[in-house]
């Protein structure tokens, strides 16, 4: 089947997108888009699916139905280069997954030579503006044991940006931070979000979302329930999954 082009210019659109492991159903029929720039969080409780759409959006997972477009590109096309693919979308998880035996700014490079096949001093060059960039060109030389768990995510969030991604996928960056190390990452991703980065970022900082983000989507049931502007999701939500849901954790 040929893929069906989007109708409207977007870094990333979603059309129809069904996941399901082995019988049970996780997304249903998801249609989203990012434009150019855009900030999109997507909140929603426990189980509702955010966390796999982002993993289908790198093709960590295979989605069952539907197409992933990035720009004019179809992810889900049937000999789509997924490398190619996963080279142009930073993804920051929850947990850092940083090589402990490594210095800061050779967790940084590695991808960059490896992958890209730069050499190791324009490598070096680019890690330590990113270093710089989330605060950290002090540690370069450090290894990540020796920095803070906040300080370890804003390096894992610098080894991302150093790929020169067209989008940027934040998983719950920060739900595995203490609470005191929580703000730090937040305003690296604020930053990034004011500086035109183009990004979807699933959180639980409500705050954040009302904040920083141009839109928000909430998530129930594996569905898109409710898309909109920050102040219409918190001030005038329509759908009562989402009143229910600001109710308990605002």
């Not at 492991?21 to 409780?45: F, K, M, S, W």
Request: glycine share 8%.
């Amino acid at each position: 089947m040929t893929p069906v082009t989007p109708t409207a210019p977007a870094a990333l659109q979603v059309i129809g997108l069904s996941k399901s492991y082995g019988a049970v159903p996780v997304l249903h029929d998801v249609n989203l888009d990012v434009q150019r720039a855009e900030t999109l969080c997507l909140i929603g409780p426990s189980g509702s699916g955010k966390s796999t759409l982002l993993k289908c959006l790198n093709l960590l997972e295979a989605p069952n139905a539907g197409e992933i477009w990035l720009g004019e590109t179809c992810l889900t096309a049937p000999h789509a280069d997924v490398d190619a693919a996963r080279a142009r979308i930073g993804m920051v998880f929850q947990h850092f997954n940083l090589f402990p035996h490594m210095s800061v700014e050779r967790n940084v490079t590695l991808a960059l030579t490896s992958v890209k096949g730069m050499g190791r001093e324009q490598a070096r060059v680019l890690a330590r503006h990113h270093l710089d960039e989330v605060g950290l060109a002090a540690f370069a030389d450090q290894r990540p044991g020796r920095l803070s768990g906040g300080q370890q995510q804003r390096v894992a969030i610098a080894r991302a940006l150093a790929m020169e991604p067209e989008l940027m996928l934040f998983d719950e960056a920060t739900s595995a931070l203490d609470p005191e190390l929580v703000k730090d990452v937040l305003a690296v991703m604020r930053d990034l979000a004011s500086g035109g980065m183009t990004m979807a970022v699933v959180t639980h900082e409500m705050g954040f979302a009302r904040e920083a983000a141009d839109r928000v989507a909430f998530m129930c049931d594996g569905r898109i329930a409710e898309i909109d502007t920050p102040d219409r999701i918190f001030e005038r939500a329509e759908h009562p999954r989402l009143r229910q849901f600001l109710s308990q954790v605002l």
